[in-house]
């Protein structure tokens, strides 16, 4: 099975993250930056789909020059090659023009399956896998905590408000899966090793065929105006339990009238 | 006055809270229309809510290619829509298949999106909280229509009664729409409880409740106050509580009027899913907990202490 798996290069989330004050995109220069979380579960799930069916992992990512570094870090997991489209006339693309140029790379990579992390942790937008399903006229099952191959049949259990929903398609299909998916493997000492000398190829926007024009802060559909710090919220009144802490909080809650 | 489009979430003939917001929301942009999508008989059940909520029209898309499949049919179905009526704007919930219908559409129009909008002006700019709420943006849509997906407990619903004509409409969906089926649907345990993210009190759990067990306290003290139950990721993953109840930067995202954390340290990943509520209070052992660096009132202490009595205190306060 030819797998390929969607990966993001996002500023860690445990770390202040800030848009840049000219063009109020994400700033990812400045950002401590590191694999999209959600995705280390989507490269676990091609690898362990990988052994028990073999085929080939590919990793796909969009993003400046440093994103270079998470797909080292992906690769030292265990998939095969890379691919980065990487172009400056990328910047400040809008989920509708990012969607247009994955799907264009996928196009040339002609994978079974695609598989990514439910949600990006610095736009958490969520739509990336039914646009690009939309754009490639293949099936989308998202939201997966468990997924199943057998042949070209794919099971999945799609975590939904109420519970969930079993869901079958036939590949080519995307899926994207929850962290509750499996238990991502850490990179072993050989792992990272070899992922320096695995094959990385470098995509333009020229290579895809696609208009700069059409993506990057030229093309975007939609645009921030202007963007505000919140304040910080500040602590209010801490007391210490000495024997009527229940009843103080049920006073406070009395006063904020919700008993 | 211009259409404004709604699309609708129901579940068991119950519309969703989120539905009746995005309605309030739309009457101040023009004509509420209601899209209700489900199996065939799905729309009558809702239509009298829609109405006190002030839809004027009720657009019924029935069919058992929808209700059986995916998303896919209701984006095509919608997008149709879209193209026949031009609405002034188009809401869905900030939800998982809210965003999954608006990223289709979105494809399917080449028309702009925004997600996870707490408000919407009539010139079509939206407030985003980003970054777990640290930053907020003021957004618009630079390509086609307002097409916007409203995060739940964004504003108060409020009724204003309005008689609705349902409508039907045009149900036909291209192959590629019926890729993905649904084979079953399972309710998992929830009981009477509101929806995690709908709810206007969340009382949580975190690795200090220590157990499956001991979160029945942590049910007693939401229940009693009518609340949904969250738990952090550091009880989700200890197996204390299922993972789809998981508050945090890789769980729900919750703004309710009131959030109650009880045995959460506070760690970033659990406040980048609750620091937008409207009142916090923790309660925990640990003094320098940073949970409390944001909490409105904090209770040091143990709360297999503070909790039951608190829990008898509202008893005998009712």
Known sequence: MNIVVLVKQVPDSSTERVLRTDDNTVDRASASNVINEMDEYAIEEALKIKEEHGGEVTVLTMGPASAAESVRKALSMGPDRAVHILDDALHGSCALGTSKVLAAALRTLDADLILAGSESTDGRVQVMPHMLAERLGIAAMTGARKLTVDGSTLTAERQTEEGYEVLTASTPAIVSVWDTINEPRYPSFKGIMQAKSKPLSVLSLADLGIDPSEVGTAGATSEVVEAAKRPMRTAGTKVTDSGEGGVALVEFLTSEKFV | ?318
């Open chain 2, 1 to 318: 006055m211009s259409e404004v489009l709604v699309v609708v979430e129901h579940s068991g003939g119950v519309v969703k809270k989120v539905t009746l917001e995005m309605l309030t929301l739309a009457r101040e942009l023009g004509s509420p229309s209601a899209v209700v999508f489900g199996e065939p008989g799905a729309v009558a059940a809702v239509t009298d809510k829609l109405a006190e909520y002030g839809a004027t029209t009720v657009y019924a898309a029935e069919s058992d290619e929808i209700a059986g499949h995916l998303v896919a049919p209701k984006a095509t179905v919608l997008a149709n829509l879209i193209g026949q009526v031009s609405p002034a704007a188009v809401l869905l919930g900030s939800t998982q298949e809210g965003k999954e219908i608006a990223g289709r559409v979105a494809v399917k129009l080449d028309n702009g999106l925004l997600t996870d909008v707490v408000s919407l002006a009539a010139d079509g700019t939206a407030k985003q909280p980003i970054f777990a709420g640290s930053t907020v943006t003021t957004s618009k849509v630079t390509k086609g229509l307002p097409l916007v997906t409203v995060r739940p407990n964004s504003l108060t619903p409020s009724p204003a009664p309005a008689t609705a004509e349902t409508k039907a409409v045009d149900t036909t969906v291209g192959a590629n729409d019926t890729l993905v089926k649904v084979v079953s649907r399972a309710a998992e345990q929830k009981g009477s409880r509101p929806e995690l993210t709908e709810a206007s009190i969340v009382v949580s759990g975190g690795r200090g409740v220590g157990s499956a067990e001991n979160f029945k306290l942590v049910e007693e003290f939401a229940d009693l106050l009518g609340a949904a139950v969250g738990a952090s990721r550091a009880a989700t993953d200890s197996g204390f509580y299922p993972h789809q109840f998981q508050v945090g930067q890789t769980g729900k995202t919750v703004s309710p009027q009131l959030y109650i954390a009880l045995g959460i340290s506070g760690a970033i990943q659990h406040r980048a899913g609750m620091q937008t509520s409207k009142t916090i209070v923790a309660v925990n052992k640990d003094a320098e907990a940073p949970i409390f660096d944001l909490a409105d009132f904090g209770v040091v202490g143990d709360l297999f202490k503070v909790v039951p009595q608190a829990v008898d205190e509202v008893r005998k306060r009712r």
